[in-house]
């Protein structure tokens, strides 16, 4: 330990053993336990923990070492009186005077430029001011001169107002005049409108009598009309009937004579069909037919049936028959 150097407090070497072990072997205590002694190790643990923490005297050495290394640093440069220091300072003023004159030179240089540049501007203004005073005085003799002519002309211009006046007075009589003769006018047309409205009221009264009067005798023939209409209607209605029962009887008959004729055409027609064929029951009529059709299919193909056991063909057999019946 050197001299400058300061004691701290350190724990036993047992203690810290220890103090380490137990730290190790929380998390296997932790789970030998239930819920509760859990959190109430993990409490005392905590506890222990804030307790070794608040040996801070290694902490608080090591900042005191630091401090004390500034201290001594400090007291070279304080030995050394100040040279890097003041010379860095002398430096800095040096570099700050000369970019400073170097600033100025430059603002003197444009301050000039502006000196110039007013100067000029001045020597301008005060030729374009005595311009103006010059053109200023060319306006006001100018001026005077249209006065001159403006003030005869305002007499003139009196003299025209003045007849103005006079032909203005003399219109303005002849306008009462005419708007007294336009009062009287509007009377009369007020009167003219009452008797014209009077009329057109009598007019339209008439008028009303007279629509009144032609809707009664519309209604009149209407109600004549519907009656025409029912008694047309029923004579339709008679007719239309007549005229059925008389077809009817027409069909019957003409049924009777076509019956009568098929008839005579069929000589030899069944007696049952004859009598089907008088009531005209056609349903009989095509029970028959069908039951003649299908008693004959069935003996064809009975036929069928035999002409081949004997080793015939039907259609063979109908030749036979047919050559048999030409000739006799």
């Not at 330990?1 to 929380?26: A, V």
């Not at 007020?190 to 008028?207: F, I, R, T």
């Not at 009309?225 to 059925?244: G, V």
């Not at 035999?306 to 063979?316: A, M, R, S, V, Y």
Request: proline share 1%; hydrophobic share 30%; aromatic share 6%.
């Amino acid at each position: 330990m050197s001299k400058n150097e300061l004691n701290t407090y350190q724990f036993p070497i047992q203690m810290q053993r220890e103090f380490h072990l137990l730290m190790n072997s929380k998390e296997d205590f932790l789970r030998k336990l239930t819920s509760a002694e859990q959190r109430k190790l993990e409490a005392l643990y905590e506890a222990l923990q804030n307790v070794w923490n608040q040996n801070l005297t290694e902490t608080l050495k090591q900042d005191l070492e630091t401090r004390y290394q500034e201290l001594r640093e400090i007291q070279q440069i304080i030995k050394s009186d100040c040279k890097d220091f003041k010379t860095g300072i002398e430096r800095q003023l040096q570099q700050s005077i000369q970019s400073k004159s170097e600033e100025l030179m430059s603002k003197k240089k444009l301050f000039e430029e502006k000196k110039s540049d007013f100067e000029k501007m001045q020597s301008e203004r005060k030729k374009t001011i005595e311009g103006k005073r010059q053109s200023l005085t060319e306006q006001q003799e100018f001026l005077m001169s249209t006065s001159q002519q403006q003030s005869e002309g305002l007499v003139e211009i009196e003299n025209l107002l003045k007849r103005e006046k006079e032909r203005l007075s003399l219109k303005k009589s002849q306008l009462t005049e005419i708007s007294q003769l336009r009062k009287e006018e509007l009377n009369k047309l007020e009167q003219l409108q009452a008797a014209y409205q009077s009329g057109l009221n009598n007019l339209k009264a008439q008028l009303e009598a007279s629509l009144d009067s032609l809707k009664e005798q519309r209604q009149q023939v209407l109600q004549e009309y519907e009656r025409l209409e029912s008694n047309y209607q029923a004579d339709l209605n008679e007719k239309e009937s007549n005229l059925k029962n008389d077809l009817q009887d027409y069909e019957t008959q003409l049924l009777g004579q076509l019956k009568a004729e098929i008839l005579q055409q069929v000589p030899t027609c069944p007696d049952v069909l004859k009598t089907y064929l008088k009531q005209e029951d056609s349903l009989q009529i095509s029970k028959a037919i069908n039951l003649l059709v299908t008693e004959t299919e069935q003996l064809g193909n009975a036929l069928t049936r035999e002409l081949t056991k004997i080793g015939k063909t039907k259609e063979k057999f109908m030749e036979l028959m047919d050559r048999n019946t030409s000739n006799v």
